[in-house]
């Protein structure tokens, strides 16, 4: 199980999340995800997702059901297609979807990016770093990630932003 801790700036409530990888075949999983506000104690997200990946096409899709803190009970849809830039698979760019249905079905949401991903490995010694700069197409936000071994930053010119530390 995969543990880690968040923090989003414009809530500024620590939530510890969960995930869990079920594998069904050799390309198919079952994923689960739970979190829990420590503000509250209450959980803040559900989620079941069957991923599916085509690693000839560098792509993976998944389909599935989550329940937000609000209680809204929503569908999932998403996609993802990396295309390497460089012949170690270090600098890529990744395009990247998804749909958010209601429990009639009805687009509640929508977000798609494009993103340049260039991962470092032993950028010091025992430190791998990746960095990503995206741009989100419906939002026309740019975005930024830098991760650090268990560390992760995220920021969206807009002011947002989140950090994150896998356990």
Request: positive net charge; contains cysteine; charged residues 25%.
């Amino acid at each position: 199980m995969e543990t880690s801790l968040r923090l989003a700036g414009d809530s500024k409530n620590l939530r510890i999340h969960a995930k869990e990888k079920l594998p069904l075949n050799s390309q198919t999983l079952l994923q689960a995800h739970g979190e829990i506000d420590t503000s509250s104690g209450a959980p803040s997200y559900l989620a079941l997702i069957i991923r599916r990946f085509y690693p000839e096409l560098s792509a993976n899709i998944g389909v599935g059901v989550q329940l937000d803190g609000g209680n809204d009970f929503v569908y999932n849809v998403r996609g993802k297609k990396a295309f390497l830039i460089t012949q170690t698979g270090r600098v890529g760019i990744n395009i990247k979807g998804r749909c958010i249905g209601d429990k009639e079905f009805k687009l509640a949401k929508k977000s798609g990016a494009v993103e340049l991903a260039w991962s470092i490995f032993n950028f010091q010694n025992d430190q791998d770093v990746r960095l990503k700069v995206g741009y989100e197409f419906f939002d026309k936000v740019p975005y930024f990630q830098l991760r650090e071994n268990n560390w992760t930053l995220n920021a969206c010119m807009n002011g947002k932003w989140n950090v994150r530390f896998d356990l």
